[in-house]
T-cell receptor, first 114, second 118 residues
Framework: AQSVTQPDIHITVSEGASLELRCNYS??????LFWYVQSPGQGLQLLLK??????LVQGIKGFEAEFKRSQSSFNLRKPSVHWSDAAEYFC????????????FGAGTILRVKS | DAGVIQSPRHEVTEMGQEVTLRCKPI?????LFWYRQTMMRGLELLIY????????DSGMPEDRFSAKMPNASFSTLKIQPSEPRDSAVYFC????????????????FGPGTRLTVL
C-alpha cells in the first residue's frame, strides 16, 4: 500500500534562513508526488507536483522540490523563508486513476522566528 | 470563481444525531473528493466522484457514513448516527478531468467543516 512519511512533526527556522522539509514515500509504480500547504483554519493549497521528467520541480511562493527515486524521497526546499511561510506542510502521493487518490503524510508544522 | 464552498463551517451536534455536510465544487470540475482530517489519523480520502458517479468509497469508515452527488454542483456527506469519534474537519475538493494519460489536475480544497460531536 502507498504511504508517505514526514519525519519532522515541527520545524523552526529563522526568517531568511533556508528550509528543507523531508518526505519519503512508498509506492510500487512511478509516483505522482505533491506538496500542499495549509494555513490555520484554511483548506489546502497545492505548492508543486511531480509526475515525470525533470526531477527538480518549481512551485509557487518560491518553493522547489527534488524527486530522488533511489531514496524514495521528495524533499521540499526554499532558499529564504518568510514569516508568512509559517503553516503546516503536507507531502502526498497520488495513487489510482491519474493519481487522484491522495495519500498524505502526517504533516510538518513550520514555525518562523523573526 | 468563488472556489469550493462548504457549509456549514462549524457544526456541533450530540451523539446519535444525523449530520449533513454540504459541498459545492468549482463550476465545470469533473471530480469531487471528500476528506477527513483528525489529529490521530491525519488527512484521509473518504470517497470521490467522477461526473457525479462514486468511483471509490473504500475510505468511508463505516455504514454510518454516506455520500451523494445528485448533480454536478452539489454533494453531501451524511453521518447517521453520529458519534464523538467522528469529530474532525471534513474537506471537500474538486478538480478537472486530466488532459492526458500522465497528467493530473490540481485538487482545489474548500475551507472545511469542523464537526464536533458531543
Amino acid at each position: 500500500a502507498q504511504s508517505v512519511t514526514q519525519p519532522d512533526i515541527h520545524i523552526t527556522v529563522s526568517e531568511g534562513a533556508s528550509l528543507e522539509l523531508r518526505c519519503n514515500y512508498s509506492y510500487g509504480a512511478t509516483p505522482y508526488l505533491f506538496w500542499y500547504v495549509q494555513s490555520p483554519g484554511q483548506g489546502l493549497q497545492l505548492l508543486l507536483k511531480y509526475f515525470s521528467g525533470d526531477t527538480l520541480v518549481q512551485g509557487i511562493k518560491g518553493f522547489e522540490a527534488e524527486f530522488k527515486r533511489s531514496q524514495s524521497s521528495f524533499n521540499l526546499r526554499k532558499p529564504s523563508v518568510h514569516w508568512s511561510d509559517a503553516a503546516e506542510y503536507f507531502c502526498a502521493v497520488g495513487a489510482g486513476e491519474y493519481g487522484n487518490k491522495l495519500v498524505f503524510g502526517a504533516g510538518t508544522i513550520l514555525r518562523v522566528k523573526s | 470563481d468563488a472556489g469550493v464552498i462548504q457549509s456549514p463551517r462549524h457544526e456541533v451536534t450530540e451523539m446519535g444525531q444525523e449530520v449533513t455536510l454540504r459541498c459545492k465544487p468549482i463550476s465545470g470540475h469533473d471530480y469531487l473528493f471528500w476528506y477527513r482530517q483528525t489529529m490521530m489519523r491525519g488527512l484521509e480520502l473518504l470517497i470521490y466522484f467522477n461526473n457525479n458517479v462514486p468511483i471509490d468509497d473504500s475510505g468511508m469508515p463505516e455504514d454510518r457514513f454516506s455520500a451523494k452527488m445528485p448533480n454536478a454542483s452539489f454533494s453531501t456527506l451524511k453521518i447517521q448516527p453520529s458519534e464523538p469519534r467522528d469529530s474532525a474537519v471534513y474537506f471537500c475538493a474538486s478538480s478537472l478531468w486530466p488532459t492526458g494519460a500522465s497528467s493530473y489536475n490540481e485538487q482545489f480544497f474548500g475551507p472545511g467543516t469542523r464537526l464536533t460531536v458531543l
